[in-house]
């Protein structure tokens, strides 16, 4: 059953992913061992981590929490760190003041919203546990605030984004609160809890709330993104979209492909804004002498730096290593899974599974020829593995020149008879041959930008779209176009937009 | 010996109306050991599926070909199935862990397994009862965990498993399956478990999450016990207290949450309060009482950093350090864990999957601790190895390493005394490899594929129902689910059925 309003985005109570439960405790309580990656279970992607879709509660999940609760609470208030969350000093084990100033403002940061006098009341309940006469156990005012964290830490308004909202004109579609617009916003653009200026600005003793103001959002994202987290956010988002976050390679090697992407988006987004898609066309890139090796470029000055692709056949993030490595099989490039990618994550075309009779874990059996694309084109000359493949082979062949690593090749490794000429084709677009024609040409089908912001809107909204949604795509790619490309400019629009102030049940919980 | 009165219930602190388990006390067995004299209730019968997410041989290797650095050999006993049959037969390269712990007369390995599936179909409609859809990996998983067929590549069961439907009439208090996984981590970038992490359902479509910290599962099995020293016991008692009043604040507010939000995120949220709810009354269950063999584990200490994403992206160019996470040390302390839990009668019934269907864990490590170093991850093991170890030799010794700790969960219970024999005389132990090595599954004309339901063989140890152990039995074709039967109704099971199979593998009984 959809969703019953095109104009505004269903939403649920998202859990927190565990990269969000790491950056919420590292920003309000100091907690800089990303404790959730060490005891939750991963996350599933699909391809981001935030899909709201697969989270399901279980025992083993409960238990983990339990576990990362105490964990965080033993750290945070470690006597050289308790400063940080009790800002009065207690008179005694039993000074209920400090206590409760100590519940107020941090239940404010945890659960994103001021406390009610009975909830501050019932956290007290555990001071019981600092003063209790039991000589045999060691215990003082902290006691009652581990406990209280503990408390927090675990409960479902900190673990969930709950929107409730309240009612409008149209019976289906609810408008945010101030916290509740202060959270969403937060999370999507530095994947971390409100800070007390956005919690303040969604509500302070008798104010309106500032946040349903469209341009308030908007100087209010504007400052957000001037944070270094928001960077983290945007790199984390490329890293997922494009299937590279966690690549395999040595340490060197994998520390500069991230050292290139990272500066690339750094400069396109943020440093030097400009057109978003000069990420797919930029001309140079940064490179340290290793990755410039690596990708037969001239060495930057002082070892690292940026360099000219010049007529390389290269372009922008498609010839980056990161990208290149992921959607790779059995250590060798596969034109088949290059082409998913590019179909799939870069056009947002479905690629059918192959038939169950397909054996996919394995690359095309060997034929009488020693050269890999020689039995790619084989297994497509059966028209039934034709159909499919012939949208995706040609694309990966048109890359055959770049190997695993980025490094450029003219046949196939170990087989110089294997000669790779670097032709191939997007399917209904044309021929290209090389990254930077590839680019080129996914720009020119329209189809790129579109995508970009539809994966977008997913990493938003925590789940896939639903259909009524592409009208949602059609806003972004309007203002994606008004503000010659810019990213920044896209998400301040989207910030501002009345979609991104309301919100409706969805009906699949 | 002296008997003393003692009623079951008497050691029982009255809690909530929460049953639990108890250590059995040998002042509370009848003369012959087998059961409680009191109550005539019989011992407590023990279920567990160890579980292997690999083939039982290589890709296009015949099941006595191997390569192992570049040297080819013919050996006929790496294959785990031996040639004799009965009692007294060969140890074969998996099997050689649990001749070495005397461990062969304990157990019975039953081989020529088979789940049905259509050779002329690849359609979802015409897969067969208890059958498998023709997409391997996960059209194998659901048969042969359920024992109903599968309907699509995705790894799910579309009924409870075995061992779900045990703990339903065989647990001793409000813990059901303990159901851990020694494998935390997936290991490959781009992909995440998806299903793969399953190996125990409630019902269709209704997985049970593993816990897969050794230390969580410590605390949660055993804080509950009460210390012997008085310091100790009040600080134990203490904390106690305190998880109370922790979990009791955030149950107290699920009836204002709930009337706040809508209806879908009541369903969520109830979801997530219910589990909570759960967890106060496992702590609300007494705990056992130290006595006879039940005393608390070790705590397993901090767990053991989870390895990075796999080095190579398939064979050649695994690293030794990542992809994998000790899952060696990881799988020993979860079967020191279900050993006590077993021995405390914490629980009845545990599944501990070492490695997840389709594992990307890397093998390097165990491998060349086995004097086989196999640079690939237990997948690419099965497929191609690596350029100068693969086929059947490889296969089996990765299978040896999985086996190793079955084998060291049986030394365990064997070597527990409970009543006029062991813990083990009391239980039935599967382990279960995720796939055989006949015809592959998806093309179905390939032979000796990684991909396959045929040739599949699983191990049950142990005597309780009157199982006898000790032999290789060589069915025609038996249903794998078929051998779970017999094995749930060792441990009490009244029915004849796993999911769509039906009858159990008599033999296993003499």
Redesign the interface.
């Known amino acids: 059953m959809p969703p019953q309003s095109a104009a505004v985005s269903a939403s649920?109570?998202r859990r927190l992913s565990r990269a969000e439960i790491d950056a919420t405790v590292r920003d309000l309580l100091g907690d800089t061992t990303n404790p959730a990656s060490?005891?939750l279970?991963?996350?599933?992607?699909?391809?981001f981590d935030n899909d709201y879709t697969r989270q399901?509660?279980?025992?083993?999940?409960?238990?983990?929490l339990?576990?990362t609760a105490d964990d965080i609470a033993t750290r945070v208030l470690a006597p050289a760190n308790r400063g940080r969350i009790v800002a009065c000093a207690p008179s005694g084990p039993g000074d209920a003041a400090c206590f409760r100033q100590v519940i107020e403002t941090v239940g404010r940061r945890l659960f994103r919203r001021s406390l009610s006098n009975e909830?501050v009341t019932?956290?007290l309940?555990?001071q019981s546990?600092a003063t209790e006469n039991?000589p045999?156990?060691p215990?003082d005012f902290f006691?009652a605030v581990g406990?209280m964290l503990?408390?927090m830490l675990?409960?479902?308004?900190f673990?969930?984004r709950?929107e409730?909202g309240t009612p409008t004109g149209d019976p289906a579609v609810l408008r945010l609160s101030g916290y509740e617009i202060a959270t969403r916003l937060s999370y999507f653009l530095v994947g971390s809890a409100p800070d007390d200026r956005l919690l303040d600005l969604a509500q302070k003793d008798g104010t309106p709330d500032a946040l349903a103001k469209p341009e308030q959002r908007r100087a209010e994202a504007k400052r957000l993104l001037a944070d270094p987290r928001a960077r983290d956010q945007i790199h984390r988002f490329h890293a997922m979209w494009l299937?590279?976050?966690?690549?395999?390679?040595?340490t060197d090697l994998l520390a500069a492909f991230n050292a290139e992407t990272t500066a690339l988006i750094d400069k396109v987004v943020f440093d030097q804004p400009s057109s978003y898609l000069d990420l797919f066309t930029s001309s140079q890139t940064y490179v340290n002498n290793l990755l410039a090796d690596q990708y037969g470029l001239s060495r930057p000055a002082g070892g690292a730096g940026w360099v000219a692709y010049g007529t390389t056949g290269r372009a922008g993030i498609l010839s980056h290593g990161a990208v290149l490595?992921?959607?790779?099989?059995?250590?060798?490039t596969s034109p088949t899974q290059r082409g998913i990618f590019v179909q799939t994550r870069l056009l947002c075309n479905s690629v059918q599974?192959p038939?169950?009779?397909?054996?996919v874990?394995?690359p095309p059996p060997a034929t009488a020829s020693a050269c890999k694309l020689d039995r790619y084109a084989a297994h497509r000359s059966s028209a039934s593995c034709a159909s499919c493949h012939d949208n995706l082979d040609p694309i990966g062949t048109g890359l055959e020149q770049y190997d695993?690593g980025g490094k450029f090749r003219t046949h196939d490794d170990g087989h110089p008879e294997c000669a790779l000429d670097g032709a191939g084709a997007l399917p209904g677009y044309g021929t290209f041959k090389g990254p930077a024609e590839l680019a080129q040409k996914l720009i020119d089908s329209g189809r790129l930008e579109r995508c970009f912001l539809e994966h977008l809107l997913r990493y938003a909204v925590g789940r896939g779209l639903y259909p009524a949604e592409q009208g949602a795509v059609d806003t972004l790619a309007s203002g994606f176009a008004a503000s010659h490309e810019s990213l920044t400019e896209t998400l301040l629009g989207y910030v501002a937009s009345d979609r991104f102030a309301l919100r409706q049940?969805?009906?699949?919980? | 010996m002296k008997k003393v009165r003692l009623s079951r219930r008497a050691v029982l602190r009255g809690v909530g109306g929460v049953a639990v388990g108890l250590p059995v006390l040998e002042c509370m067995l009848d003369r012959h050991g087998e059961a409680l004299a009191q109550s005539a209730t019989p011992l407590p019968k023990r279920y567990a599926i160890v579980f292997a997410g690999q083939a039982l041989g290589g890709?296009d290797w015949a099941d006595n070909t191997s390569m192992v650095l570049g040297k080819r050999s013919t050996d006929k006993a790496a294959f785990i199935v031996p040639p004799e049959t009965g009692a007294g037969y060969s140890v074969t390269l998996p099997l050689k862990p649990l001749a070495d712990r005397n461990l062969m007369a304990d157990f019975s390995l039953v081989s020529g397994l088979r789940i049905p599936w259509s050779a002329s179909s690849?359609e979802a409609a015409d897969v067969p009862a208890g059958g498998a859809?023709?997409?391997?990996h996960g059209?194998g998983a659901g048969p042969l965990l359920c024992g109903t067929r599968s309907q699509s590549?995705s790894f799910t069961c579309r009924s409870a498993t075995s061992d779900q439907i045990v703990a339903g009439f065989n647990k001793p208090g409000s813990i059901g399956a303990l159901?851990v996984r020694a494998q935390?981590?997936?290991y490959l970038?781009?992909?995440?478990?998806?299903g793969r992490q399953y190996i125990s359902y409630k019902g269709s479509a209704a997985p049970?999450?593993?816990?897969?910290?050794p230390?969580?599962v410590y605390?949660?099995l055993f804080d509950g016990f009460t210390p012997s020293d008085?310091?100790a016991r009040?600080?134990h008692d203490?904390d106690l207290?305190?998880r109370k009043?922790?979990?009791s604040?955030?149950s107290?507010?699920r009836n204002r949450?709930m009337g706040?939000?809508?209806?879908?995120?009541k369903?969520?949220?109830e979801?997530?309060?219910?589990?909570?709810r759960?967890?106060e009354l496992r702590i609300a269950a007494m705990p056992p009482d130290v006595g006879g063999q039940c005393q608390a584990p070790k705590d397993p200490g901090p767990?053991l950093p989870?390895g990075?994403?796999?080095?190579?992206?398939?064979?050649?160019?695994i690293a030794t350090n990542t992809g994998y996470s000790d899952e060696a040390t990881r799988a020993r302390l979860l079967a020191d864990l279900i050993h006590m839990a077993f021995v405390c009668d914490i629980t009845r019934v545990a599944t501990l999957q070492i490695t997840v269907f389709q594992s990307h864990m890397n093998v390097f490590p165990i491998s060349d601790a086995l004097g086989v170093p196999i640079r690939a991850d237990l997948?690419?093991c099965g497929?191609?190895g690596d350029a100068m170890t693969r086929g059947q030799i490889p296969v089996s010794t990765c299978l040896q390493w999985h086996v190793g700790h079955y084998a060291y969960l049986l030394d365990k219970l064997k070597n527990t005394p409970e009543g006029a024999g062991n813990v083990l005389d009391n239980s039935a132990i599967i382990f279960m490899p995720e796939a055989g090595h006949g015809q592959?599954l998806?093309?179905?004309t390939s032979p000796n594929a990684t991909?396959s339901v045929e040739k599949m063989v699983l191990l049950v140890a142990g005597r309780a129902g009157g199982l006898k152990p000790g032999r290789h039995i060589a069915t025609p074709q038996a249903h794998p689910g078929q051998v779970l039967v017999s094995a749930m109704q060792a441990v009490g099971y009244t029915k004849d059925t796993l999911g769509e199979v039906t009858g159990g593998v008599k033999d296993l009984f003499g």
Do not use: C, M
Not at chain 1, 41 to 47: F, H, R, S
Not at chain 2, 133 to 136: I, T
């Open positions: 649920v109570a060490r005891i279970a991963e996350d599933e992607y699909t391809p399901k509660p279980s025992a083993a999940l409960i238990d983990a339990e576990a909830e019932a956290y309940s555990l546990f039991n045999s156990v215990h006691t406990l503990r408390s675990q409960d479902p308004e673990l969930y709950i409730i299937g590279y976050r966690a690549i395999p390679g040595g490595a992921a959607f790779s099989k059995f250590s060798d599974p038939p169950a009779n397909v054996n874990d394995q695993v049940e969805d009906p699949t919980p | 890709d690849v859809f023709r997409d391997f059209g590549a159901v935390p981590a997936w970038s781009g992909s995440s478990f998806s049970v999450e593993a816990q897969t910290s230390s969580i605390h949660s008085s310091s009040a600080q203490f207290r305190a009043s922790v979990l604040l955030i107290d507010k949450l706040t939000v809508g209806a879908t995120d369903v969520r949220l979801r997530h309060f219910d589990e909570i759960d967890l767990d989870v990075g994403n796999n080095a190579g992206s398939g064979s050649d160019q997948h690419e497929h191609n592959q998806n093309d179905a991909h």
